[in-house]
């Protein structure tokens, strides 16, 4: 099913057909939840890969051996892509794992009522541009990326595949208040204190780590062990799907390499439009390096 060119439209947002059918959306909308699965949910290039592995090591107490022998898409799958049952069925770990990009609004009331623990992933919404704009020029099962400052409005716009990323992290972060069983976990967090992030999610899971577990788990989620692990860096998906030759999966696995893109220009006005997006927003951010440096002299007075 290769359907490179096809763009799946489902309750107003568009999805890759390579990926998607109206009848795996559907279905995934129907997913009878078991109380016992662990739900990693994110909007693209937030860091999913990551949480993916961590899930993984977690849960096999820091061995690397299923993560490093099943690929990530095979462990953790997609709800709502269209060969999820079958991977499903054929996965290898208990509790079930499963990955969603779908925001809360279309998934929420298929979860209700369920205990399924719920991981939600966020990052700084100029990196996750960045990191999406890059991948769009290697899948090619999304649409031409085009310039940066166009890409830059899609974006802000929610025009692109998976919708608008305001709408994702709002809509998922807000069930906080009613849901006990939501972990909202940071990419920049991950970043800058792995370790404690490994701690924050099995406890969550409820799956205690010795020391040594818990070193084994971040020796085999850093990002260069990531990049070297065919079973999460992506090299297994065809050169007919990917261009391997444009760029990484796993790019930089920086935080802040927007900079790098961004005119001064561009800044403001992704800063005038967030600021009038999270206008109502409580939710607090941490996006930078800098406040690592700020925490830690303060930790040492």
Same mark, same amino acid.
């Given at each position: 099913m290769a359907r490179l060119d096809v763009v799946e439209t489902f309750h107003g947002l568009f999805f890759p057909g390579h990926l998607h059918t109206q009848d795996s959306l559907?279905?995934?909308l129907k997913f009878p939840f078991q109380d016992t699965d662990i739900i990693i949910v994110s909007y693209p290039k937030s860091g999913t890969t990551w949480m993916q592995e961590i899930v993984t090591l977690i849960s096999s107490r820091? !061995?690397?051996?299923v993560s490093r022998s099943v690929p990530n898409?095979?462990?953790?799958?997609?709800?709502?892509h269209h060969y999820f049952a079958a991977l499903l069925e054929a996965s290898p770990t208990t509790p079930r794992v499963i990955t969603t990009h779908l925001p809360h609004h279309l998934l929420g009331p298929t979860l209700q009522g369920s205990k399924a623990k719920v991981i939600y992933v966020s990052r700084n919404p *100029? #990196?996750?541009?960045?990191? %999406?704009y890059h991948f769009h020029k290697i899948a090619k099962f999304l649409p031409e990326a085009g310039s940066f400052s166009e890409f830059l409005n899609r974006f802000l716009k929610g025009t692109l595949h998976y919708g608008c990323w305001f709408d994702h992290i709002e809509g998922w972060t807000r069930q906080k208040a009613t849901m006990n069983n939501l972990l909202h976990i940071s990419y920049e967090e991950m970043?800058? !204190?792995?370790?404690?992030?490994? *701690?924050r999610v099995s406890s969550y899971l409820q799956i205690p780590l010795m020391e040594d577990e818990v070193n084994n788990c971040v020796k085999h989620c850093s990002f260069s062990s990531m990049k070297d692990n065919k079973m999460a860096n992506y090299t297994l998906v065809t050169e007919e799907i990917m261009d391997h030759k444009k760029g990484f999966f796993m790019r930089k696995g920086k935080i802040g390499d927007w900079k790098n893109m961004f005119t001064e220009e561009l800044n403001q006005y992704f800063n005038s439009v967030l600021e009038s997006k999270m206008v109502d927003s409580t939710l607090e %951010?941490?996006? #930078?390096?800098q406040h690592e440096e700020e925490t830690h002299a303060n930790k040492s007075h």
């Open positions: 559907q279905l995934a820091g !061995d690397p051996h898409w095979a462990r953790a799958p997609w709800l709502e *100029k #990196d996750v541009v960045v990191s %999406f970043s800058m !204190d792995i370790q404690g992030a490994i *701690k %951010f941490t996006w #930078d390096e």
